[in-house]
């Protein structure tokens, strides 16, 4: 089974698409003046605030040619998750299993963080504390720079061992049918969360810990459906933080957010951290 061919389809499919409505819909002539006070009371309120957490989702590497997994063109519609990310698929079938991480390996190997990856980045270094949480596994806001990263659903250069136990960093695009453990022989999986699995009790605490604490807690290009990270804004709201969110689209928890931005990741972060006296 190849995974590249439908993926191209579907990728020719989008860019054929209409991109969006005509700059001169009543909608958008609404929205704008709404989005620029809310970009600006944010960028106020980030200036004042002492500790912030912000939430990812697969949406931040979009501009970086990532696919999303929900949505016209996320993996999800085109692939079953049940056959590829899965520890019962693992079992079954484990060479379709890497066929189909080496295949996402291949091409994260290939992009580049985006500006609003960078954005996080800069944003880390105005604020005191300062922790990114992120459903990626693609590794990219480390590769831009982020320091405080915890990657709770895992990350896709990290393989583990089947047998011992220990993980290893290896950024190979391909990591063949069948990797083995250097260590003892045994088969390696790839280090990242699958449904049905518990996400690692150390960093989901860290992550919990740093929702109780923040004060302003940003909820980027996630579609928010996914446990438990959708609910560490809830989390955070019964802290007493404000919440944000920005995303192309409104998701299941924006009723719940002070600060709704549609728009893209990566030309909304950039806007937050710019000229800050
Ligand atoms: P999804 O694919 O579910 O959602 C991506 C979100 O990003 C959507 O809400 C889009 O509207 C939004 N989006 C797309 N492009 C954007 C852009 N340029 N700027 C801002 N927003 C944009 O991805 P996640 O919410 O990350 O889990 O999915 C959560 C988890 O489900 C993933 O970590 C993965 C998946 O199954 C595991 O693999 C365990």
Known sequence: MSFLP??????????????SEPLTSNRLLATLPCMETSIN???EALKNAERVAVLTGAGVSAESGVPTFRGADGLWK???ATELATPEAFAKDPELVWEF????RGLIAQKACNPAHTALTALERLIPDFTLITQNVDGLHL???SRHVLEIHGNIWRARCTRCGKETMDRAPDMGRRPTCAACG???????VWFGESLDPRILR???EA???????????TSSVVQPAASLAFTAKSGGAMLAEINLEKTPNSDFMDIVILGKAGEILPRLVEGWA
């Open 186 to 192: 045994g088969l390696l999986r790839p280090a990242v």
């Open 6 to 19: 439908a993926f191209m389809f579907h990728f020719r499919g989008w860019k054929a698409a209409p991109i």
């Open 78 to 80: 085109n692939y079953q």
């Open 206 to 208: 860290q992550a919990i």
């Open 41 to 43: 009371s944010l960028k």
């Open 143 to 145: 590769l831009a720079g």
């Open 101 to 104: 991480y080496n295949w996402r």
């Open 211 to 221: 929702a109780q604490q923040c004060r302003i807690m940003l909820v980027v290009g």
